[in-house]
């Protein structure tokens, strides 16, 4: 937990099920990952894409160290996802989508992965009402 930086439960937007395969678009040290492998069970698949090494390698730590044999991580963004397409039945991500530069390509890059009927959760901050049009779209404002 020391190395968790969701902001949200993107479980919460719907249900998964045992024996689904579900795609977590940066995984980070992996807690949604380990989350995700109860709800599947042995019969899914879990895997995980982070841009960051260093996180990656916590999150594989962490899958050993629940001896989690159906989770799977890999080097990859939001906006070249490293799997086929129609890979998933689900795609969660937590708090990383705002901080794509390129969303749109970052939504299709999702939605190509997702199969047939897929789902895309996701638990993520964003700016609303007054303060949301009086904060310029520059670099210094994407962290406000």
Request: proline residues 4%.
């Amino acid at each position: 937990m020391q190395s968790f930086c969701g902001v949200g439960n993107p479980f919460k937007a719907g249900p998964v099920s045992e024996g689904e395969s579900l795609l977590d678009v940066g995984c980070g040290a992996g807690i949604d990952l380990i989350v995700a492998s109860h709800y599947v069970g042995e019969t899914g698949r879990i895997c995980g894409i982070d841009i960051t090494p260093e996180m990656l390698k916590i999150a594989e730590q962490n899958i050993e160290s629940m001896g989690l044999g159906n989770v799977e991580v890999r080097e990859g963004s939001a906006e070249s996802i490293p799997y086929e397409d129609d890979t998933f039945d689900i795609v969660i991500s937590n708090g990383v989508l705002n901080l794509s530069t390129r969303k749109k390509m970052a939504f299709l890059e999702i939605f190509r992965v997702l199969g047939p009927g897929g789902r895309l959760q996701f638990a993520d901050i964003f700016l609303e009402g007054e303060r949301a049009r009086e904060t310029p779209c520059t670099l210094e404002a994407w962290s406000d």
